[in-house]
């Protein structure tokens, strides 16, 4: 769980990540995440809609891990600069008994770090396992990359990143 004062938790980190005019946006930011987790008793740090996300990324405040599979961010696309640590693998989605491990490795506990999947409820349970971990300022972000299916069962035209017109490349 987080601590009772997640600002004062995520100050120290926060501050060295960036230094940049909009400091007290971006504190804002992970403070309303932090203070909506906490209420809502969530086990992380909190949730970020997808614009939010990519101030704190685009500042360099945060590091937004995509945890979809390979072949989602290959043939859906990814963002330009995000780290890879899949959450599950393969058309089954079998869970990837490693992810711990390698986020540890490519972010390390102390980061700032932004999950983000298909529609959100991925990255959720990612964000929850890396909690459990010890990793003090993980983040969900919210609607994911895609967003949620509409009535005609498709995706991105209700939510998510690229919804919104954040920056996303396809290969």
């Known amino acids: 769980m987080l601590a ?11 501050q060295a990540a960036h230094a940049q005019p909009d400091d007290a946006l971006l504190d804002s ?10 209420d809502a008793g969530l086990p992380y740090a909190g949730g970020l809609a997808p614009n939010d996300a990519w101030t704190l990324f685009s500042a360099g405040a945060a590091v937004l891990v995509d945890v979809r599979t390979n072949e989602e961010r290959k043939f ?31 972010v390390g506990k102390d980061a ?16 929850e396992a890396a909690a459990r971990a010890g990793f003090s300022a993980v983040f969900n972000v919210l609607e994911g990359f895609e967003g949620e299916l509409d009535a005609d069962t498709r995706r991105g035209g209700l939510d998510g990143w690229r919804f919104h017109g954040l920056p996303w490349v396809q290969d």
């Open 4 to 14: 009772s004062q997640p600002t004062e938790a995520l100050q120290p980190r926060f």
């Open 112 to 127: 700032v770090v932004l999950l983000l999947c298909r529609s959100g409820k991925r990255s959720a349970a990612a964000a």
């Open 29 to 38: 930011l992970l403070d309303n995440a932090c203070r909506t987790a906490r």
């Open 76 to 106: 859906v696309g990814h963002v330009p600069g995000s780290v890879h640590v899949a959450w599950a693998t393969g058309t089954g989605m079998t869970r990837n008994p490693r992810f711990v491990k390698e986020l540890e490795a490519k």
